[in-house]
Structure formats: C-alpha cells, structure tokens
C-alpha cells in the first residue's frame, strides 16, 4: 500500500475544504437579485368611494368593507405621459380615517410596454409595500414591490416601482 506524505495529505484535505466552502458563497452571489426602478409621478386621480353600511360619520373615515376605486394617469419625471394606473381597495381592518386604514388592493399600472400589477395589504399614509404579482408585455412575470415616493413640482403623488429580476 502506498500512503501519501502527511504534508501533500494536509494540502489535497485544504483545498477541498477550501472548495467547499468557496461553492456556497459562489451560489449566493449568483443568486442575488437585480433590481431596476421606475418612478411614476401622479396627477390628483378620480376617485370613488363606495360607503357601504353601517356608513361611516365621519368623513374620509372608512370602516370594514368600504371600498376605495381610483384612477389615473402616471407621467415620467418630464411630464411625459406613459399610461394610467387604477387601483381597488377594500378596508379590512377596524373603521379609521383613509390614511390610516389597512387596505386590501390590487393596483394596475398600463404603459405602452406592457402592465404591472400588484396586489396585497396596503396602507396611504406613506408607509405602505405593495407587492407586484406580474405583468404583461415587458413587464411579463414581474416580482418586486410598489411604494410611495416624493411626488416632484406639478404633481401630488409619485409611486415607485421596484423591480426583482
């Protein structure tokens, strides 16, 4: 039987370890997600507000089960229109004034590339994280996340659309 010097056995059991443990931090560099961001800005949308009973008393109050319809249309960073947006929420938490309220949404931005369409829990009052569930067109298969931003001069609202390739 032929054995190995102990100093080349040493060296052959350093590099595997060094190989095994260079795979996994290999995997998760590849496996990173790269994001692309998108800033639409907004003009005051129409909006509908379907009260339903027992009807709220205070106004820009919402209770469980008042709805909240609104469209738009979104605008780049040079007033240039690129689509419209419609949204539809429902309040499904305790009775509040709307920027406090717990949103269940769906939201839908159509530019001439295609549509991204986000949908869970929501809430206007800034704080809010909108998830995107996909998209048609260039947009097909889109994951990432809608939030508000800071709307610029000449508009009331900006949303920011990050997107996880």
């Known amino acids: 039987m032929h054995h190995l010097p102990a100093r080349r056995t040493l060296g052959l059991t350093l ?13 998760n560099a590849q496996t990173q997600p790269a994001t692309t961001s998108i800033t639409f800005q907004e003009t005051a949308p129409q909006v509908a507000i379907d009260d339903i009973a027992p009807k709220s008393k205070a106004r820009e109050t919402v ?10 249309p979104i605008f780049d960073a040079t007033h240039k229109r690129l689509g419209s947006f419609s949204s539809d929420c429902t309040n499904v938490g305790a009775t509040k004034p709307l920027f ?6 769906t939201a839908t931005y159509q530019t001439e590339a295609g549509q991204i369409v986000a949908a869970g829990l929501f ?9 995107i569930v996909g998209g048609s067109g260039t947009y097909s298969g889109a ?23």
Do not use: H, Y
């Open 15 to 27: 590099v595997a370890l060094s190989a095994a443990v260079a795979v996994p931090v290999l995997t």
């Open 63 to 72: 209770g469980l089960g008042d709805r909240l319809i609104a469209t738009g």
């Open 100 to 105: 406090k309220a717990t949103l269940q949404c």
């Open 143 to 165: 994951r990432g996340t809608v939030t508000s931003g800071k709307p610029l001069k000449g508009f009331d609202a900006a949303d920011i659309i990050t997107l996880t390739t």
């Open 123 to 131: 809430k206007l009052d800034g704080t809010g994280e909108l998830p």
